[in-house]
């Protein structure tokens, strides 16, 4: 019996070794590096050439090209001042029907970093979302890693993740992650991400708008309508609304704000973030308890420090100075609390403020908050709130 299951066993054996020598071998290309100007005159040529995973070094000098982006690649400049994508005169409209800079799409993970990323020339670079210039736009569920980079010069937009259903093309979702980034001049909105699923990471950047009369209501970062934000360590300011439908009036006016969640998704954050010069600094609209929001410093926002509207949500362990109004909390159609848990509010006209339209608004402050309309020393006050500073 066993010599009979022995041959047959010693002849598979054979037949196996005989396959494997004379099937190919089966190789993995390994990824390429493209080098820009050197292998490719421009940055988009070099995209169009590249294969999944490759990464494109572009040396320094201005690229005056849109990029189309969608495979996954790596793209390192030789540094943010000395390697520039500027927008050209004649702009295309990408998958939106709007025109970008960059644009990011189908599932594609890009990684950028080392690049300032310039709008056009003065200062007409569109009158609303659906026309005006976006400097990096993440679309069809892409993601973009942005690091040690710029955006500047004149775009409607720096940054736009997803896509709001109620616009044409929407809704899309988006994901980036953007740190060491500099962001400056936007007229509209620096960094904003929209619909359920897209995600939002900002952290150790700065963003800083442009002085823009013709547009009432700017944002710095807005994270909404299901869209889930991580906004961290970074500095956000000047937000001012000079356009006459702007003001003080919380309820009948328009303010420019520093940083938006609407509707944001659960487990979302915004914390250890510098929010000075804003018209206003933080707002939280809906879903209660989406977000933590805590160790941010609010200074100097002309109108109000932070906003709770149309849910509850708890401020802890913050500063605010300076300003209108220190929180307020606004209900039109839900119930609405903002707990202050350790917050100190010094320095301002109105320490809080409740604004019932269609519900009840309430500020509940809860031990250990300090609420003054006087001028303090912040570092006077005792209660210990570390806040580590960018590095």
Do not use: W
């Amino acid at each position: 019996m066993k010599k009979v299951l022995v041959i047959p066993l010693l002849a598979s054996m054979f037949a196996l070794m005989v396959l494997q020598t004379t099937l190919p071998a089966q190789t993995s290309r390994a990824a390429s590096l493209i080098t820009v100007p050197t292998d490719f005159p421009t940055i988009q040529s070099a995209i169009d050439a590249a294969s999944p995973g490759d990464t494109i070094k572009v040396l320094p000098g201005t690229y005056t090209e849109q990029l189309t982006i969608s495979k996954s690649l790596t793209i390192i400049g030789s540094g943010q001042t000395v390697t520039i994508v500027k927008a050209p005169d004649v702009l295309e409209p990408g998958i939106l029907g709007i025109p970008n800079i960059i644009e990011i799409s189908d599932s594609a993970t890009v990684t950028m970093k080392g690049f300032t990323i310039k709008g056009v020339e003065g200062d007409s670079c569109g009158t609303s979302p659906l026309d005006g210039l976006t400097a990096v736009s993440v679309q069809e569920d892409a993601t973009i890693h942005l690091d040690s980079s710029a955006i500047d010069g004149c775009n409607f937009v720096a940054v736009r993740v997803g896509f709001p259903f109620f616009l044409p093309g929407g809704p899309q979702v988006g994901h980036a992650t953007i740190t060491r980034t500099e962001v400056d001049n936007y007229r509209f909105t620096g960094i904003a991400a929209f619909t359920e699923g897209s995600t939002l990471t900002v952290s150790r950047s700065s963003v800083v708008a442009a002085e823009a009369p013709e547009i009432a209501g700017q944002v710095g970062i807005v994270f909404e309508f299901g869209a889930k934000g991580i906004i961290t360590y970074n500095k956000v300011s000047e937000n001012l609304c000079n356009n006459p439908a702007c003001g003080p009036d919380l309820l009948n006016e328009i303010q420019s704000f520093g940083i938006i969640a609407l509707g944001a998704d659960e487990g979302s954050v915004i914390s250890y973030n510098d929010v000075s010069s804003n018209d206003g600094g933080i707002a939280v609209a809906g879903n209660s308890g989406c977000c933590k929001i805590d160790h941010n410093v609010l200074t100097n926002n002309r109108f109000v420090g932070v906003v709770v509207q149309d849910g509850e949500h708890t401020i802890s362990n913050t500063k605010i100075s300076g300003g209108n109004v220190g929180v307020a909390a606004i209900a039109f159609s839900v119930d609405t609390v903002a707990t202050l848990d350790r917050v100190i509010i010094v320095g301002t006209i109105t320490p809080t403020q409740e604004l019932s339209v269609g519900a009840t608004a309430e500020v509940v402050s809860a031990p250990r908050s300090v609420l003054t309309t006087q001028s303090a020393t912040l570092a006077s006050i005792p209660i210990s709130m570390p806040l580590p500073l960018p590095t």
